[in-house]
Every structure is written in C-alpha cells, then in structure tokens.
C-alpha cells in the first residue's frame, strides 16, 4: 500500500481548529486498515507466515503461538528471520532517509502568510527579516515576537495557516497515556507530542512548527489509529513534553546494527528470545522501529496502544548512513 494511500495527517481538531484543513481530512467514521501486530484468528497461528516456506515438519517443542510478528507465526528460525527481512525491505522502500527538517519550498514563507492575513505590517516584517539576517540564526516567528512585540500564539496561528491544519488545545491531554505512544527518543528529536485518543479511533498529535507526516504516519501504523496533526503554542508545547518525560514509558532499547542482514539478525534473535504475542516493525527517518507485546492484556481498546508499560518492549535501531 503505498504511503500516501493510507496516511491522512491534516485533520480538523474538534477542540480548537483555527483553520480548514485541505488535502484528505479524516472523520471518526473513517475505516482504519492497518496490519495487526497478532494474529486475528487461531487458525492464523501455527500456520508459518513466509510464503517462500517449504517444510513440511515442524520442530515439536517449537511453540505454536509465539513468536508472532505482524500477526504471523514462523515456523522456524530461518522463516521468523525470512520475514523480518521482508518487513524491512517494505520499510526502506516506503520512506526516504530524508532529513526530519528539510525545508518545504513550496509552502508560503510565514512572514507573507501573516502580512496577507493582516496580522501583521510591512515594516514589522522588514524589521523582523533584518534582525534575522544579523544574528545569521532563528525563525522568523520567533524575531516577530522579539521584535516587533507579537504574541506567540499569533505566530502559532500564522503556522497553522501556512500548513493548514489546526492549532491543538491541551484540552483532554492525558500524559500517563500517551507516554506509551512511542519511544521518548522520537517524541524529543522529532518534535512530537501525543496528546489524547478520541472515540477510541483517532490520536491527535501535536508539533511547534511544522507537520512531520512520516512521524505521523509510523505512530499511525504502530498504534492502528488515525492520527490528526495539528500545532501546539510553543509554551503549550514545553509544558506538555515535560510532563511527558515525567511519566513512565516503555522501556526502549538502541540497539546498532550494520547491513540488512545482521539487523534482522538482531531482530530476530529479539524475537526469539522474548517470545513476543505481538509484534509490529515500522521505520521512522533514521531509524527502525520494532514494538513488542509480551502477554496479549497489554493492548488496551484503544488501537493497540497498550494499557502500561508493563510487558512491553521498544527497540530502536538506526539506519547505516542516515542523514
């Protein structure tokens, strides 16, 4: 399935939206068509996942129903690993290494999006793009509110024109949950802030000034909800990823790995050595991610977010010669 096909990551926050969204909005009776990280049926179990399988014998003392990765059981070592290295090539294929904060030229610069929209006045624009090219350094949002007295939510509201989707809320954020979104690494290089579950179908996430849609998209694969993103007040922002980063997530591990083979290698001896129920691998830039459910209680009813961190595991590999 190709990535623009299932990712919808402009979205209409039902809180606070300051502005349309364009492109392919999402609404909670949207369907989620995602793969699950365990089997959906018991005849799934037992039967090996790798359609290259050939064996018609099984090592008897090889359990059944574990270990399961992306809902499918491996017959053997060789099989579990066979897969894993599929999932891996479906993953490097589906996103370039591509640079989280790349620029996007064909979005309006945010000093025209607010001197169109009236919020601000020529001179004011000149005097923040001349502070600008002094320091050699910062964002024009921020030399708007340093120089010429503008509110930062403001410049917020200019953001979410320029990328049009909407200004979040921390309305209903619950940290305790949303701390099992994703490994704290991601939610500190990428920007990224969960914020709350509605109707047990969507996730609204938050970032300061721009969209990350691969981030988007792989906590979208790996939680089975629909994500809407939206920008959050750089102050809201602070506040919310501090008590993020209070709250107990699960545990995560990076780990290295060289070429494709030794890191499904490392993946699979992961896999056999933990003896996972469910298992989902997604990559997100540099990095691939794998998420492990040891005991089926983990998943809440919520996608499969999981209910705590208890009895399950993140691992984080990054991706040889990332940018």
């Known amino acids: 399935m190709q990535e623009q096909g299932r990712s919808s990551m402009l979205g209409l926050d039902r809180y606070t939206a300051m502005s349309p969204g364009v492109g392919a ?22 039967v090996c996942g790798n359609a290259a399988c050939v064996s018609s014998w099984t090592m008897p003392w090889r359990n059944r129903r574990r270990p399961l990765f992306e809902g499918e059981w491996g017959c053997s070592g060789r099989c ?3 897969m894993v290295r599929a999932a891996i090539r479906r993953e490097r294929g589906e996103r370039s290494v591509s640079p989280v904060n790349s620029v996007h030229r064909h979005r309006v610069p945010l000093g025209l999006v607010m001197l169109a929209q009236g919020w601000i006045t020529h001179p004011q624009l000149q005097m923040a793009l001349e502070a600008q090219r002094s320091s050699g350094s910062g964002r024009i949002g921020d030399w708007l509110v340093s120089e010429c007295g503008l509110e930062s ?5 200019g953001l979410s024109v320029q990328w049009s989707c909407p200004v979040l809320s921390l309305d209903g954020f619950t940290p305790e949950q949303m701390a099992l979104v994703a490994p704290r690494l991601f939610l500190e290089e990428f920007g990224m802030v969960p914020l709350r579950i509605a109707g047990s179908r969507l996730i609204y996430m938050a970032f300061e000034a721009r969209l990350d849609a691969s981030a988007a998209l792989a906590v979208e694969q790996m939680t089975g909800l629909k994500v809407q993103s939206g920008l959050l007040e750089d102050s809201h922002l602070r506040i919310a990823r501090a008590r993020l980063l209070e709250c107990e997530a699960v545990a995560a591990k990076l780990e ?6 030794s890191l499904a290698a490392r993946m699979t001896a992961v896999l056999e050595q933990r003896q996972p129920v469910g298992s989902r691998l997604v990559r997100l830039h540099g990095y691939y991610w794998l998420r492990i459910w040891l005991e089926s209680r983990t998943k809440s009813s919520a996608g499969t977010m999981p209910r705590s961190a208890e009895d399950m595991e993140d691992y984080v590999y990054p991706i040889q010669g990332r940018g």
Do not use: C, I, K, Y
Not at 25 to 46: F, K, Y
Not at 256 to 261: R, S, V
């Open 153 to 157: 939510e403001q410049v917020t509201r």
């Open 25 to 46: 909005p999402t609404g909670l009776d949207d369907e989620v068509r995602l793969d699950v990280p365990w089997a959906t049926n018991e005849s799934a179990r037992g």
């Open 80 to 82: 579990l690993m066979a």
């Open 256 to 261: 290295q790995a060289g070429d494709e083979d």
